[in-house]
């Protein structure tokens, strides 16, 4: 579909999404008023629709916000979870993606606890089969019930085959196995509603799964699109376009992962940032990412992992007043997408399946804190910048105070064991002895 096309189909798409959203999605009790109380947070009412009943934003559940036990120990906030989900609901935000892995197995058990004190018709559960380290039919049996079991329900709205990383992957975790046979007799049977796949993989593994849609039919299509990955995906990833232009030529709808990278597209590195806030000074810059996300008509939902209420209320505020980008809109965010491949990012977003490591590094811990410098400016380029030897021992002070000691880059021996499970497709062990090289060069003072 060429630009012009588009901006005419998703202004039209747009305009009966925000029709939709004024008269509130049929069959939810209590939520089909406009909410004017949150008028003072820039927001009132449903976020917009492209497809009818399911909010444009949606919720991801692998970011749920956290607090302490008695003992020190790290658990879910149940309470703020509630609260998050609460206003989400009020608001039309009613898709939630978990899965049995998220939070070390806790996603699936917080997100019920919160959901099921609302009707179930009120809210759409996206769930995946997430069977890495244990594909055989039995045990994805197991884990596909548990779910069924943990949300009390008889049914999963969206059911997803989680993470393809290749055609092989696809045909020895699902195929080979007689899972997909079983899963296919579940949404027949009506306990699956809609049945699909995320994927993080090269062309050919997509490929293979777009052939396979004759035989299967898949519902949905969950992938990674943002402005940057649109046409610079980098790595083995494939660019977000070609990924979209597939799926809407088969009519599947679009699930939209990492809308914000990681976070890195809520943070762009202050100079790339100045730009968009002197077209849209009132805006924030994560709201371009969702608007880029929202604008495109087969995208059924843009999940944002909204740790905390200001997330929410942000995403609300661009979501439930949707506009869509226009042609000027999409020339900037390509511009700004070529700059930005000009800084030295990582790119890891977080998810966390490289952890944890056999040798206890923080692995995502130290491509935040370094990705983060970068972003914010603290990066210290060379010793001609002000400042320097200021600038030089902040910088070594905050990285102590982001990853204890222990955990730091300088104790990756490069096993390995990290590289397979990085669906960005970062080389972990290079970049960790890239940042390692650039502290002790710090630590050295010869950079």
Same mark, same amino acid.
């Given at each position: 579909m060429d630009r012009r096309k588009f901006l005419k189909t998703s202004a039209a798409a747009?305009?009966?999404? &925000?029709? *939709? %959203?004024c008269n509130g999605i049929p069959g939810q009790a209590g939520n089909d008023g406009i909410i004017g109380h949150e008028s003072d947070n820039g927001y009132?009412?449903?976020?917009?629709q492209n497809y009818p009943g399911i909010g444009l934003l949606g919720y991801g559940c692998m970011r749920w916000p956290m607090t302490k036990d008695a003992d020190g120990k790290d658990i879910i906030d149940q309470?703020?979870?509630?609260?998050?989900?609460?206003?989400a609901l009020a608001h039309g935000v009613n898709y939630f993606d978990t899965s049995p892995v998220y939070l070390r197995g806790d996603s699936e058990r917080a997100s019920a606890v919160a959901l099921n004190r609302h009707p179930r018709e009120e809210w759409l559960l996206a769930t995946k089969l997430s069977n890495f380290a244990d594909a055989t039919y039995d045990n994805s049996v197991k884990m596909y019930r548990r779910s069924l079991e943990i949300f009390q329900t008889d049914h999963i709205d969206y059911y997803l085959l989680h993470a393809i &990383?290749? *055609? %092989?992957?696809f045909k020895s975790r699902f195929e080979d196995t007689g899972i997909l046979s079983f899963l296919l007799k579940e949404r027949e049977a009506g306990r699956i509603r809609n049945l699909g796949f995320s994927i993080h993989s090269q062309q050919e593994g997509f490929?293979?799964?777009?052939a396979a849609h004759e035989k299967y039919h898949w519902d949905f299509v969950q992938i990674q699109m943002n402005y940057i990955d649109w046409t610079h995906a980098g790595r083995r990833n494939t660019n977000a376009k070609y990924l979209y232009e597939q799926l809407a030529a088969r009519d599947i709808p679009v699930v939209i992962m990492e809308p914000l990278r990681g976070g890195s597209l809520g943070s762009l590195p202050k100079p790339l940032a100045d730009r968009l806030k002197a077209v849209e000074p009132d805006r924030s810059i994560a709201s371009w990412a969702f608007r880029f996300c929202g604008s495109f008509p087969k995208v059924l939902t843009a999940l944002s992992g909204m740790t905390y209420m200001e997330h929410l209320d942000d995403n609300l505020r661009t979501f439930c007043n949707f506009?869509?980008?226009n042609e000027r809109d999409f020339a900037l965010l390509e511009q700004i997408a070529d700059e930005h491949?000009?800084?030295?990012?990582?790119?890891?977003t977080g998810c966390q399946y490289c952890m944890p490591c056999p040798y206890g590094i923080n692995i995502p811990g130290i491509f935040r804190f370094y990705d983060d410098s970068v972003t914010e400016g603290t990066y210290v380029a060379n010793k001609e910048q002000e400042?320097?030897?200021?600038?030089?021992?902040?910088?070594?002070?905050?990285?102590?105070?982001?990853?204890?000691?222990i955990r730091q880059a300088d104790h990756c021996i490069s096993c390995g064991q990290c590289t397979p499970h990085c669906p960005q497709h970062i080389r972990i062990p290079r970049e960790l002895r890239r940042i390692d090289e650039y502290i002790e060069s710090l630590k050295q003072d010869t950079l």
């Open positions: 747009t305009a009966a999404a &925000g029709l *939709a %959203a009132s009412g449903k976020v917009a309470e703020k979870v509630n609260e998050l989900v609460d206003k &990383g290749s *055609a %092989a992957d490929d293979t799964m777009m506009e869509p980008l491949e000009r800084f030295p990012l990582v790119g890891c400042h320097y030897a200021r600038e030089r021992r902040r910088y070594l002070a905050a990285y102590n105070k982001a990853v204890e000691s």
